[in-house]
């Protein structure tokens, strides 16, 4: 099959989103005029070791857009598969200004560089200044950067001075109504690595 994407492809579900994947799923935190706010992004990846940067793309005018637009910050909450409920109770459309905090009954964190709440107990937690926000081709697609000033690792994550990722299960999001929950892993060495 080959398609092009302004003709249409003719399945009855767009295939885009599951191409693409797994996906790590970037829960947002932000805290603006309207108050708190925290919002599960798939569109969501690092982008840079030195500075530390992430990225996320949002559709629409979203709570945490306009948040992130009005302080300047954001922090990036890892979800782990214990979450996934919260998770998705934070996906709801809920009226403007609602606190998904409280809405899905998740504790608060304060961070620690910048002025943003965070998702208490979370396995990692990065704290973000915006250094971009990009217009994207389409109907209210931006891609948000940010620059990492603080990371959270929760203790019974790190074994042996490694962050384990076995140890939290990391859920990530696949196309459709479909998730995956990273359990087991392996290592892989580069041609003419030691």
């Given at each position: 099959m080959f398609?092009?994407?302004?003709?249409?492809?003719?399945?009855?579900?767009?295939?885009?989103?599951?191409?693409?994947?797994?996906?790590?799923?970037?829960?947002?935190?932000?805290?603006?005029?309207?108050?708190?706010?925290?919002?599960?992004?798939s569109?969501?990846?690092a982008v840079a070791y030195v500075p530390?940067?992430?990225?996320?793309?949002s559709t629409g005018a979203k709570d945490s857009l306009a948040a992130l637009q009005a302080s300047g910050v954001f922090c990036v909450n890892i979800v782990e598969a214990a979450a996934v409920d919260a998770m998705n109770a934070t996906s709801a459309a809920l009226p403007r200004g609602t606190d998904e905090f409280l809405h899905a009954g998740i504790a608060k964190a304060d961070c620690a560089t910048i002025d943003c709440p965070r998702v208490e107990g979370a396995p990692a937690a990065l704290e973000c200044r915006v250094t971009e926000v990009i217009a994207l081709k389409g109907r209210d697609n931006f891609l948000i950067v940010g620059e990492v000033t603080g990371v959270h690792l929760?203790?019974?994550?790190?074994?042996?001075?490694?962050?384990e990722v076995t140890r939290f299960s990391p859920l990530s999001r696949l196309g459709y109504r479909d998730y995956a929950v990273v359990r087991e892993t392996f290592e892989l060495t580069r041609p003419g690595e030691k």
């Amino acid at each position: 099959m080959f398609y092009r994407p302004e003709e249409g492809h003719g399945l009855p579900h767009n295939p885009f989103n599951a191409i693409v994947t797994p996906r790590p799923i970037g829960w947002i935190s932000t805290r603006g005029p309207e108050g708190d706010n925290l919002a599960p992004y798939s569109f969501f990846n690092a982008v840079a070791y030195v500075p530390p940067q992430v990225m996320f793309a949002s559709t629409g005018a979203k709570d945490s857009l306009a948040a992130l637009q009005a302080s300047g910050v954001f922090c990036v909450n890892i979800v782990e598969a214990a979450a996934v409920d919260a998770m998705n109770a934070t996906s709801a459309a809920l009226p403007r200004g609602t606190d998904e905090f409280l809405h899905a009954g998740i504790a608060k964190a304060d961070c620690a560089t910048i002025d943003c709440p965070r998702v208490e107990g979370a396995p990692a937690a990065l704290e973000c200044r915006v250094t971009e926000v990009i217009a994207l081709k389409g109907r209210d697609n931006f891609l948000i950067v940010g620059e990492v000033t603080g990371v959270h690792l929760r203790d019974d994550c790190l074994v042996d001075g490694r962050f384990e990722v076995t140890r939290f299960s990391p859920l990530s999001r696949l196309g459709y109504r479909d998730y995956a929950v990273v359990r087991e892993t392996f290592e892989l060495t580069r041609p003419g690595e030691k």
